[in-house]
């Protein structure tokens, strides 16, 4: 059987590569499609199948601004022969899932999300201040066509994947597509509390520095309140970032999975302030053991147990006696809501119990991932084949 399998690009380790890699894993022999490799950036595991890149490999400047290419990457992703393989395996949070099938195959789509950038997040990416006025203006321009190219191409799929129920709901609304729910892996063997780490004074974030994820309103937030917080990351706003920080905020660059992994360990809390789909930090962290403090919108609420005190009803989470909570949420995207959420959690934080945070992420090990995804695949294959 010919096997394969594709992903958006190949430029760095983040959660949509760990879930690639559990793929590749899984099917050892299947040659990999991708847009754009920067080798080096991504395992050797992913690195040891064969890897196909597009025309946009070759493209000046693609390998740090790739992004700019956007409207060339339907024609890029249709570019790719696969018309001899029998399963395709699609890794999608931008056009991989838009790859062309040949007439046999069966194609199953893990979708991390519906592309943002051309649905509900526009103005994040492309809205004022956010973007060059000239990648705005072509982009209002070329909106309306991508979406109608992507809803399009999103019959290419036999089945669809979501990470979340955030996601599911996203792929229902704009594809009009079921998708079964399979939560994305937290390698929770290697997030693992280390006795002879203390914790520190520190807040913490680890995140990519797009406009989504708004790492601006953790570093306001943390201005006003004067108290240490590390930055972990790198990416477009780096600059304006940087810019904006006072000497209590350090920037640390994206480091090893190691030291992340201390960073983890010897923080008091771990800021997130984007509406992410499903968030694999806020399970690493919580691996360690420590609590987070949450934007109380998308896959954090699948994540996250908040205290009674922040705990919405209407948000879905569950909430019971016997639910140790693991964090804390605030709902408005603003650094005023950030900072009464920080100064609560200071009045709670003794409430937070180590090991019943760390046995909550548990539920989200690689293990059970794997073993779903090869479920999953190996049933509708067999279903295929009938």
């Not at 700019?68 to 899932?97: G, N, Q, R, T």
């Not at 838009?98 to 199953?108: N, R, T, Y």
Request: proline share 5%.
């Amino acid at each position: 059987m010919k096997i394969a399998i594709v992903h958006d690009w190949l430029t760095g380790m983040r959660g949509g590569e760990k879930c690639l890699e559990v793929l590749c894993k899984l099917y050892p022999s299947a040659d990999l499609f991708t847009l754009l490799h920067v080798p080096g950036k991504v395992s050797p595991l992913i690195e040891s199948h064969t890897i196909h890149t597009s025309f946009i490999q070759n493209l000046p400047l693609a390998k740090s601004k790739y992004r700019y290419y956007l409207p060339l990457m339907p024609f890029a992703i249709e570019s790719f022969d696969l018309k001899d393989y029998d399963l395709i395996l699609s890794s999608s949070h931008c056009v991989a899932k838009s790859v062309k099938p040949g007439p046999h195959s069966l194609h199953i789509c893990y979708c991390h999300t519906p592309m943002r950038y051309i649905w509900d997040q526009f103005d994040q990416y492309f809205g004022k201040g956010n973007s060059g006025w000239l990648a705005a203006t072509a982009m209002r321009f070329l909106r309306g066509w991508l979406q109608r190219w992507d809803t399009r191409t999103s019959r290419r799929v036999n089945f669809y994947i979501a990470n979340s129920r955030h996601v599911q709901k996203r792929i229902k609304k704009y594809y009009g597509q079921e998708a079964e729910i399979i939560n994305p892996p937290v390698e929770t063997g290697f997030y693992t509390p280390d006795a002879k780490e203390e914790k520190g004074d520190c807040f913490l974030i680890v995140s990519a520095f797009a406009p989504y994820k708004r790492v601006d309103l953790a570093v306001d937030a943390f201005n006003k309140t004067g108290l240490p917080f590390y930055v972990l990351g790198e990416g477009q706003d780096a600059k304006r970032l940087k810019e904006m920080a006072n000497e209590n905020i350090k920037f640390e660059g994206w480091l090893t999975n190691e030291k992340i992994r201390s960073y983890f360990s010897r923080c008091r809390a771990f800021i997130f302030c984007g509406e992410e789909d499903f968030g694999i930090t806020l399970l690493e962290v919580q691996a360690m053991g420590r609590p987070v403090i949450a934007l109380g919108r998308g896959g954090a609420l699948e994540t996250v147990v908040p205290d009674s005190q922040t705990w919405k009803p209407e948000t879905g989470v569950p909430q019971n006696a016997t639910s140790q909570p693991t964090g804390v949420f605030f709902y408005e995207q603003t650094a005023e809501a950030l900072i009464e959420a920080i100064k609560h959690f200071e009045s709670i934080e003794d409430q937070f119990d180590a090991d019943s945070i760390r046995k909550h992420a548990e539920r989200f090990d690689v293990s059970v991932y794997t073993e779903r995804m090869k479920n999953f695949i190996e049933e509708k294959l067999a279903s295929h084949s009938r």
